[in-house]
């Protein structure tokens, strides 16, 4: 009986670990544009769909609470002018540097 005791604990003190463990923030990592479209990434809004579909090495972190996404990615510069055409340039007022959030990526 106590052995069953530290085994009921044990278990259930290694499950809250757990979900302690799991926050609210995703990290994957895409080989290419297809992985992540296999993934369903693009259509559920974590990878842009103005990303060059040449991208590779794509590293895509989320956070669940927020909707804040950071991404980075590798891609063919003949692809460069279609993503300058599709994005909006900032003031420096404008521009927030979560560094936190970004480490590691």
Not at 13 to 20: A, D, K, V
Not at 42 to 67: A, K, Q
Request: with cysteine.
């Amino acid at each position: 009986m106590l052995i069953e005791k530290g085994l009921r604990f044990s278990i259930l003190f290694s499950l809250f670990m757990f979900i302690l463990g799991c926050g609210e923030t995703q990290e994957v990592f895409y080989k290419d544009m297809d992985a992540a479209r296999k993934d369903n990434a693009v259509e559920r809004g974590w990878i842009p769909n103005i990303i060059p579909e040449s991208s590779t090495e794509i590293h895509e972190r989320h956070d669940l609470d927020t909707n804040r996404v950071w991404i980075s990615f590798k891609f063919d510069r003949k692809g460069i002018q279609g993503l300058i055409d599709q994005v909006e340039e900032l003031t420096p007022a404008e521009v927030k540097y979560p560094a936190a959030e970004l480490r590691g990526i």
